[in-house]
């Protein structure tokens, strides 16, 4: 099955700065990459995602990119502020089957952004 | 619109008791799928539903563990009985296609099992 690695486990910026956290998978047929944003006491919000006909998106602040050869992706944070103190988790699906969908998640990522 | 619903928000039972979580997908969804989320980890896929059929529920313990989607809407999970590792929290998602990949998660369902 689907692996996906996560890294770094945590991270601390100060505000302003950018973050950037990084994801690898094993499965090559994996073609949907969305990252979450968890906040404490509540579920994963999907924050944005990338699939594999594209290398790179973005959204304001955000941006994904994607590395299909090299089986990477990751998430780029710019002028980040303290409200984006969270804990973020990549994820990678696959089609095929009865699996189609199942999302495999990272370990996460705590980010913490110092005023 | 609104979310993704879940209840109880929180739960603390004794280890060998039944307990139960319900679900109540976005307006629409399709697809509605359970995960179990441990501290300090990544949400694991439970089971996954298409409509009221469990079409991938390889992960779920069924021994201890069975769920139900009756008329393809909402959802309720139960463990019986409940063990000490049990112990997490239990969240429910949805999403608007047949085996879609976009998901949209709930707040999740604390539970603590002493």
């Known amino acids: 099955g689907e692996n996906v690695e996560q890294h770094p486990s945590t991270l601390s910026v100060q505000e302003g700065d950018s973050a950037v956290i990084k994801c690898t998978y094993s499965?090559?047929?994996?073609?949907?990459f969305p990252w979450y944003k968890q906040e404490l006491g509540k579920g994963p919000q999907l924050i944005i995602d990338?699939?594999?006909?594209?290398g790179e998106k973005k959204d304001q602040r955000i941006a994904v990119t994607l590395n299909k050869t090299a089986k990477h992706f990751s998430l780029h944070i710019t002028e980040t502020q303290p409200e984006d103190s969270a804990v973020y988790f990549c994820?990678?699906?696959?089609?095929?089957?009865?699996?189609?969908?199942?999302?495999?998640f990272g370990q996460g990522t705590i980010l913490t952004v110092h005023p | 619109e609104a979310g993704v619903v879940q209840s109880p928000r929180y739960k603390i039972i004794e280890k060998k008791q039944p307990v139960a979580f319900w679900c109540n997908p976005i307006?629409?969804?399709?697809?509605l799928y359970w995960y179990l989320q441990n501290l300090g980890q990544g949400p694991e896929l439970l089971i996954r539903?298409?409509?009221?059929?469990?079409?991938?529920d390889s992960q779920l313990p069924k021994d201890r563990f069975s769920a139900e989607r009756l008329k393809g809407v909402d959802s309720t999970l139960k463990i019986q009985p409940a063990e000490l590792g049990d112990s997490a929290v239990y969240l429910c998602?949805?999403?608007?296609?047949?085996?879609?990949?976009?998901?949209?998660f709930g707040p999740g369902t604390r539970l603590l099992v002493l």
């Open positions: 990338i699939r594999s006909n594209v």
């Open positions: 998602a949805s999403s608007p296609l047949i085996a879609g990949e976009t998901q949209y």
């Open positions: 499965d090559s047929a994996s073609n949907y």
């Open positions: 994820a990678a699906s696959f089609a095929g089957g009865t699996s189609y969908g199942k999302l495999t």
């Open positions: 539903y298409e409509n009221e059929e469990a079409v991938d």
């Open positions: 307006s629409g969804h399709n697809t």
